[in-house]
């Protein structure tokens, strides 16, 4: 009796199709990292723990480590290490992972956010704050000083005291210079 195999369930290209994934497994997920960069990893279970998404991505000592999930609406959501998220549902198909036991939380355009890595770079928050990269800077808000302009290779602290706020507009330069 031969079986064949089962075919991986691409969750990023049902979604795109706007079609609910099937019910079982094996699922394609996407993993990233603090600069948002993304490999494929596969789950098996439709229900998947923290742990789980962290072991399958190849991480080891998965209590060392934390995971969100990109929610559909761009927030990030913590996955704590035996609580299950329901890959069926449609709602995510990317998660990130971060070597660190603790979380930060800041402020992005009135959009708060928890981030797993105690420094990030303008690039990441603009990709998070969801605005076109070349188009737009971000500023860092310094009370009672000047904004700062963040760069797209910055990396902002996230440990000190308080939430970091930043806010993002259209860039002030053209691809000749400053305007």
């Known amino acids: 009796m031969s079986t064949e195999p089962i075919e991986v369930e691409d969750l990023l290209s049902a979604l795109r199709a706007e079609r609910k994934p099937r019910d079982h497994g094996p699922y394609k997920v996407q993993v990233g990292d603090h600069d948002l960069n993304f490999t494929n990893s596969v789950i098996d279970d ?8 962290i072991e ?14 990109v929610l559909r609406n761009g927030e990030l959501e913590e996955l704590r290490l035996e609580e299950t998220t329901d890959l069926r549902l449609g709602q995510v198909e990317r998660f990130l992972v971060f070597p660190s036991a603790e979380s930060f939380r800041f402020d992005i355009d009135g959009k708060r956010l928890e981030w797993g890595h105690k420094v990030i770079s303008g690039r990441v928050l603009k990709k998070l704050a969801e605005v076109d990269p070349a188009k737009f800077a971000v500023w860092q808000v310094i009370p009672g000083k000047d904004d ?19 806010f993002t507009g259209v860039s002030q330069t053209t691809e000749g210079g400053a305007a």
Not at 46 to 53: A, F, L, M, S
Request: charged share 20%; proline share 5%.
């Open 46 to 53: 439709p229900t998947p723990t923290g742990r789980q998404i």
């Open 56 to 69: 399958g991505a190849g991480f080891r000592k998965a209590e060392e480590h934390l995971v969100f999930q």
């Open 148 to 166: 700062i302009l963040v760069g797209d290779a910055d990396l902002i602290s996230l440990a000190g005291a308080g939430l970091e706020h930043f």
